[in-house]
């Protein structure tokens, strides 16, 4: 910090403040964890100042041969991990992973022979004629994934995300009565549509996915089956999720993110078999511009880790713990969202305690306790007040706590949500400060023993 203050003392000082945050409050996240030192350190140092466009052994760059390194090994670690055929390890996020994935299935499946002629890099040949034709034949495919209410991401087809924009879309959502996903349902709208890519996957819903049931839907209409394991990417790795609950077999292609419950680095992935590998190399550059070097040195060394036999000791307690902290809350009146959590997340619907997300979320954030506000299921209060808290495990699961401090944090977020009273908007609440001030000493306390 010190060579970084010499520089930019406000930068040196927000660092230090964010640690101190990050080591007293409670940080449920669903989406965040704690990297280990080895992962950080891999991820600061002279990569970051390296080029490396292309793959592994056929770079645009000279002087790749340590980035091959690391690239190599964080593939490696990841086909070996999820025992998938092909690993790309180069994207910089999920967004990434998932921008990749779309354009390897649109030129893998899209019959144009203008896409062919630009596949096979005769791209200076092609007509204002095929250019147009392209445009029109890719701006005209179909995708099918989770609504985002029901727990599906931005990226499955949104307005707000260029996967909105490229794909005509259609969304599955939950079963309003258990909150579950219908699979006939998903299968109805599947034939009703007919969609290029079925999309399973999600950041909010609180169970476990079919992922055999999908890919039958997937085969019955002729799609590809893409799921996105960002969330839960952890919970395959730790083998808390097999069988039917693995993407990995059952997908013609997988992404995720590196940095949720998989606790790597900020980053993505993409899995596929040999017939998509060549599609999906061609990353960089359809979508992605250079590699980032240090940060695919980071992958390979938490992938490392997560082949590690403690890995799935993790990832088991991951799912323990979120259990705990469901049954806290449910014991103490809270209501979640589909009664449970068979992962590492729960959602709680704080209409219950006659809040909107935006005011739970911010009476907690005053009370040392870090969540985020979410939307439920046909949320009448719409994605940005909500009326959803979406909570998660990895990150307390990391630090150590088990089941009885769920059962303490349960205790705590429920003190502070049915504490808080909604105010004369939908942001704004009242909360004794007196009283967040203790629930914020008691969160602090409740980590102590975890450094
Ligand atoms: N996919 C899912 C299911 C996610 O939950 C997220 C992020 O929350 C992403 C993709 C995007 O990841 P990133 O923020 O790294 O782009």
């Known amino acids: 910090l010190e060579v970084i203050r010499a520089v930019e003392p406000r930068v040196a000082d927000a660092i230090g403040a964010e640690l101190t945050d990050q080591r007293e409050s409670l940080k449920l996240i669903a989406s965040e964890n704690y990297a280990s030192p080895a992962t950080l350190l891999a991820m600061g140092n002279w990569f970051s100042d390296k080029y490396a466009e292309g ?33 790309y390890v180069q994207p910089h996020s999920g967004i990434d992973a998932n921008l990749v994935a779309f354009w390897a299935v649109l030129a893998d499946r899209v019959e144009s022979p203008a896409l062919k002629k630009a596949q096979v890099r005769q791209v200076n040949d092609l007509t204002e004629a095929d250019w147009f034709a392209l445009r029109r034949e890719l701006g005209n495919q179909r995708m099918l994934g989770m609504s ?74 002729g799609a590809t089956f893409m799921v996105d394991m960002a969330h839960f990417a952890g919970l395959v790795a730790g083998k808390v999720f097999t069988g039917d609950f693995d993407p990995v077999p059952h997908a013609h292609i997988v992404t995720t993110t590196t940095h949720k419950s998989l606790r790597g680095p900020r980053g993505g992935m993409v899995l596929c078999g040999p017939e998509l590998a060549d599609q999906v190399d061609r990353g960089c550059p359809m979508v992605l511009g250079g590699p980032l070097p240090h940060v695919m040195a980071a ?22 713990n979120a259990q705990a902290l469901a049954e806290g809350l449910t014991r103490r009146g809270a209501k979640l969202v589909t009664g449970g959590t068979d992962n590492h997340l729960v959602l709680i619907d704080v209409s219950g305690y006659g809040l909107t997300g935006r005011q739970a979320e911010q009476a907690l954030l005053d009370s040392g306790i870090v969540t985020n506000r979410n939307a439920v299921p046909q949320d009448p209060n719409g994605a940005w007040y909500t009326s959803g808290i979406r909570i998660g495990t990895p990150a307390l699961t990391t630090r150590g706590l088990g089941t009885a401090q769920m059962d303490e944090t349960a205790e705590l977020i429920h003190t502070v949500l049915s504490q808080t009273t909604p105010g004369e908007s939908k942001a704004k609440y009242v909360l004794d400060a ?3 001030d203790k629930v914020s000493k008691q969160a602090s306390e409740l980590l102590t023993g975890f450094p």
């Open 55 to 87: 793959t592994v052994g056929r770079r645009f760059y000279a002087g790749c041969q340590n980035v091959d390194t690391v690239e190599a090994l964080a593939a490696e670690h990841a086909r070996e991990l999820f025992g998938a055929s092909h690993a």
């Open 299 to 320: 992958k390979a060394v938490a992938l490392a880790e997560a082949r590690r036999p403690d890995f799935a000791d993790y990832a088991q307690r991951i799912v323990d």
């Open 148 to 221: 985002l209410d029901a727990g599906g991401h931005l990226t499955h087809g949104f307005r707000p995300n260029i996967s909105g924009k490229m794909f005509d879309q259609r969304s599955y959502g939950t079963d309003p009565a258990t909150g579950l996903i219908d699979y006939d349902k998903v299968a109805e709208a599947a034939r009703e549509f007919k969609p290029l890519i079925l999309v399973a996957g999600y950041s909010a819903y609180p169970r476990k996915v079919n992922f055999r049931i999908m890919r039958e839907i997937a085969d019955s209409v």
């Open 434 to 436: 007196a009283l967040a």
